[in-house]
């Protein structure tokens, strides 16, 4: 188990390393320059040049790639350029937001996906199952900044029961009445961000659950005495649920850096928010230190997704015997 | 003594996509009395299994009951709610299936899977007392370790030692009938032998109705046979009777078709054609293409039951020695 | 027949086989699943010659590794004593249509959208034994009389058989070219009992028709003691006892043959004798015991069985045991 362990984390850290590579040479390949959206024309030439030199822009590509993996090593992701503060300080400003938000949609997509697919899969067929299927269907394919401005356009514009964006309002408030500022802003963007989850989980739970109610574990279950509910919630459940953890798992990695469309369009002050407005200013330091985050996210979901479910599943041996 | 089970006049069929039901078992009679192994034998599509099934009410969803009664220790199971058959499931009847490989749950430990079965009926048993009687049902049933082996999943079994956990499972609360269907059928011989020789002990005092297509389980086993051919028990009786005497020609040339360890090198006794599906059954009897005695009357009614001697029934149109009309 | 008469055509000479198990760390001792291990047997002309086993003994392995469906690590096949290990030999081509199998399952080895009529004739053809479609019809039409199907069936599918009526198919096609050599792996065992005697029968006629020599796998000892004149008692990959049929229940016998006789439920209301129970399943082939492969299940098991492997050794005529103790029961 220890060793395995190690031997992921080791084949994590090599991923994170190559894709920070990665990032490093991309954004500088992008067809505009920083330079010139940081300085001003009013600066002097000899302002101007201390700045760039300041920043390291000066120097060959392969020099300031040295200096960045060294910065990297000693946990200094560098200064941003528009913001002027350290880049891990910004990150950590925001990362908290997308947490909350992330928090917010597991719990939206397993507590309803879940039991929904649970539903499904028992009424198979009928009515219900097919209300779900089309709502599934439509849940998938559905363009997520779409469902954004309409819910943005309904709940804020239209009813006004919803504020339009933000995830307090200003000034910001403390207590009870702060929290439930904050969690009525959460609401649109976790919904926006939820629904393609919500209806992969509500996929994936149905069928895996309909494969395994026709397991001869599950007519063995039944020859015990349980009834339909038991054998649901005791022997099926667990097994349906493998699929379902495994794909979720997966995009909530992506989620972290990934939510750049839901929290633009609700000014959400998140990493997402923060890669809109990177890329926008030619930020270097702040676009490679959240892409370095987004690789670590992804890393550590994969871990956590394989470990649950190897815990789920007695079969999966970690690391081998 | 009074019956077990008694199946009486029992059918049942599957519906297709259409609604259209097609007729597999048809008045099926028999009955499981106490002490007593009853061996249902026949190929594949004679509505064995379905006849197991029936006794646990676990057919198929596209099954339908198409009449007759099912008297569980007297009470017709096909009456009751699901409630009082769910009650009745683990505690008084129990199965055993064909696959030991994919009949247990593979997430969940061999000790919770047996104990669960006493957790539902006798919800009042201790933690500790399961486990000690799981243990104890184990080491009857010749699991080495059982007190690491509780700790288990399946996958961590051969093949002969989960049939065994099934087993254990299956008597863990003392049922009044044990089915087992096709319990060897996926094992090697040398680890048949064992299981055959496990249940020939633990049969005790409840009914064992044992399903199988090999002749040789249940001569080895059952005391009582029921011979069934699409859908219908075509003779039944005693062991001895039925395999010593066959009647119906279908049991004749099945007993006959088989190569035992003493078979000589002539030709094998043959039954021409091959097992009708549901979709093919006639009006009268279901053997009738592949009988070397069929006469148009048996293409075109259904064959009566006879009784022939003390404990041997036949369901066929020829005419046997010292027959009576069983239904008389 | 006495021994000069015969003719081999097969000769497998120290057959092996063993598989890689896949390594889960990084540094680990190599282990492998000994499926064949040093198999030396021949095949008369004329003869059927059965192989039975139970699971992991290696008996599909050994057909599949004769007929090269699969690399042999090593050992040597000689057929009409001409080498054909491997089948790397110049007429590759030709060992095919002289060597078939037949399956256990027939629906898994015909194609499901191919007519059954082409799927016959397609050997044939590849072979050069029909020179065009119609003479390869006329062919495949006698040829599915013979084994018990109407002509008329040329035309249909597969999935319109039933279970019997496929491996008569598959024995057609098996057939279509022309064998000397018939492997059937299994080729009974998923027949329901009536149908299972047609097809054993049907093996004995053909035999006689075309001068055919068989190779029986199977794992029902009546079955393959039926059909066999001699057979060959696998367990965990090697050869255990090679024994005429009339001879199997000799007291000379394998110690694992002898159980798995009296393992074989016999539907008679006879009384029988006591059974020998052997404890355990078929151990894994994967890291087999160092003595005698059969040692940790034998009922005769000495000391020295789980330090030696024994020879083969001829107890009668034709009849071969690897067991320490089979000498002393063979000359009392």
């Given at each position: 188990m220890s060793r395995y362990l190690i031997r992921r984390i080791l084949r994590g850290l090599l991923t994170i390393f190559i894709s920070v590579s990665l990032t490093f040479f991309i954004v500088r390949a992008m067809p505009s320059d920083p330079v010139s959206l940081m300085v001003s024309p009013q600066m002097t030439p000899e302002a101007q040049q201390a700045m760039i030199e300041a920043y390291g822009l000066d120097q060959p590509l392969l020099v300031q790639y040295g200096k960045f993996l060294v910065q990297l090593f000693q946990g200094n992701l560098g200064t941003s350029f528009s913001k002027h503060i350290p880049v891990t300080e910004y990150l950590l400003q925001r990362l908290p937001w997308t947490l909350m938000l992330l928090g917010a949609v597991i719990v939206l997509v397993l507590g309803i996906g879940i039991p929904v697919g649970v539903f499904a899969a028992r009424h198979r067929g009928k009515w219900g199952d097919r209300v779900v299927s089309v709502m599934v269907t439509l849940g998938i394919s559905v363009f997520i900044p779409f469902i954004s401005f309409l819910l943005l356009y309904l709940f804020a514009f239209r009813f006004k029961v919803m504020p339009t964006g933000g995830a307090y309002t200003p000034p910001k408030g403390e207590g009870l009445s702060y929290v439930l500022d904050v969690a009525k802003h959460l609401v649109l963007p976790t919904v926006a961000l939820a629904v393609t989850n919500l209806a992969n989980a509500v996929m994936y739970t149905r069928n895996g659950m309909i494969d395994v109610l026709h397991e001869d574990y599950i007519r063995t279950a039944y020859s015990k005495g349980n009834n339909e509910k038991q054998v649901i919630l005791h022997h099926a459940l667990k097994n349906a649920m493998i699929p379902t953890v495994t794909v979720i798992g997966l995009q909530i990695g992506v989620m972290v850096g990934g939510a750049v469309v839901t929290e633009t369009v609700f000014s959400w002050p998140g990493v997402g928010r923060l890669i809109y407005d990177a890329v926008n200013a030619l930020d270097y330091p702040v676009l490679q230190g959240a892409f370095l985050l987004l690789a670590v996210a992804v890393v550590v979901m994969n871990l956590i997704t394989d470990l649950v479910v190897a815990w789920l599943d007695p079969r999966i041996k970690l690391g081998g015997k | 003594m009074a019956a077990v089970v008694e199946f009486k006049n029992y059918s049942m069929g599957f519906k297709d996509d259409d609604g259209q039901v097609f007729n597999l078992l048809d008045q099926v009679s028999f009955q499981v009395v106490p002490g007593k192994a009853l061996g249902i034998v026949g190929e594949s599509g004679c509505g064995k299994s379905m006849t197991s099934l029936s006794m646990m009410r676990l057919l198929p969803s596209a099954a339908v009951v198409q009449g007759g009664e099912i008297l569980f220790e007297g009470k017709n199971l096909l009456a009751m709610s699901d409630e009082e058959m769910s009650k009745i499931r683990g505690e008084k009847a129990s199965i055993i299936f064909q696959e030991p490989m994919t009949a247990l749950n593979p997430v969940l430990t061999i000790g919770k899977q047996i104990g669960e079965a006493i957790q539902l009926h006798h919800p009042e048993v201790s933690r500790e007392e399961i486990q000690k009687r799981v243990i104890q049902a184990l080491e009857e049933v010749g699991i080495p370790n059982p007190e690491t082996r509780i700790?288990?999943?399946?996958?961590?079994?051969s093949g002969g030692m989960r049939q065994r956990v099934m087993i254990a499972m299956a008597m863990i609360n003392h049922p009044a009938l044990l089915i087992a269907d096709e319990p060897t059928t996926a094992l090697d011989v040398t680890v048949q032998a064992q299981i055959l020789d496990l249940m020939k002990r633990l049969k005790g005092t409840g009914g064992l109705v044992m399903v199988t297509h090999n002749l040789g389980v249940v001569a080895e086993i059952c005391e009582e046979v029921v011979v069934m051919y699409a859908g219908r028990a075509v003779e039944r009786g005693t062991l001895k009777e039925v395999f010593d005497h066959p009647l119906h020609p279908y049991t004749k040339g099945l007993m006959a078709s088989i190569p035992t360890m003493s078979s000589g090198k002539e030709p094998l006794h043959t039954i021409p054609g091959t097992v009708p599906t549901v979709y093919d059954?006639?009006?009268?009897?279901?053997?009738a293409d592949r009988c070397e005695h069929c006469t148009q009357r048996c293409r075109q009614q259904s064959p009566p039951e006879k009784q022939v001697g003390e404990e041997h029934l036949v369901q066929c149109w020829l005419s046997f020695e010292g027959e009576e009309n069983a239904d008389a | 027949m006495t021994t000069e008469e015969r003719v081999p055509v097969l000769r497998v000479e120290h057959l092996t086989k063993l598989f890689p198990v896949k390594k889960t760390k990084l540094r680990e001792r190599q282990k492998y699943v000994?499926?064949?291990?040093?198999v030396s047997f021949e095949v008369y002309e004329g003869e059927t010659l059965g192989i039975v086993g139970e699971s992991g003994s290696g008996k599909s392995t050994l057909a599949r590794t004769i007929l090269a469906l699969t690399k042999p690590t090593g050992g040597k096949v000689f057929f009409r004593g001409q080498e054909i290990t491997g089948f790397h030999c110049r007429n590759r081509k030709q060992l095919r249509s002289q060597l078939q199998m037949i399956f256990q399952d027939p629906y898994a080895s015909l194609n499901p959208k191919m007519k059954v009529g082409p799927a016959i004739a397609e050997p044939m053809l590849a072979h050069g034994l029909a020179k065009n479609q119609e003479e390869a019809k006329k062919k495949v039409e006698e040829l599915l009389r013979t084994i018990g199907l109407q002509p008329e069936v040329y035309d249909r599918y597969p999935h319109e058989f039933s279970g019997g009526q496929r491996q008569r198919i598959g024995i057609a096609r098996a057939l279509a070219t022309q064998p000397q050599l018939l492997f059937c792996d299994e080729s009974v065992s998923a027949l329901d009992v009536s149908v299972q005697a047609q097809i054993l029968n049907l093996f004995n006629t053909l035999k006689k028709q075309r001068d055919l020599t068989y190779i029986f796998i199977g794992h029902d000892l009546a079955v393959v003691r039926y059909i066999s004149d001699r057979i060959l008692v696998m367990y965990l990959g090697k050869v255990m006892e090679i024994v005429p049929y009339d001879q199997l229940m000799s007291p000379h016998s394998h110690p694992y043959t002898q159980a798995l006789i009296s393992a074989v439920p016999e539907p008679t209301t006879a009384p029988r004798k006591d059974r020998i129970l052997l404890t355990g399943?078929?151990?894994?082939?994967?890291?087999?015991?160092?003595?005698?492969?059969?040692c940790q299940r034998c009922f005769k098991a000495q000391p020295v069985c789980f330090q030696q492997e024994p020879e083969m050794i001829?107890?009668?005529?034709?009849h071969y045991v690897r067991c320490h103790f089979a000498k002393e029961v063979a000359q009392p």
């Open positions: - | 700790h288990q999943y399946p996958h961590e079994f059954f006639g009006p009268g009897c279901r053997f | 000994h499926a064949v291990e040093d399943d078929v151990p894994s082939p994967v890291d087999p015991p160092k003595g005698c492969r059969f001829q107890v009668g005529p034709d």
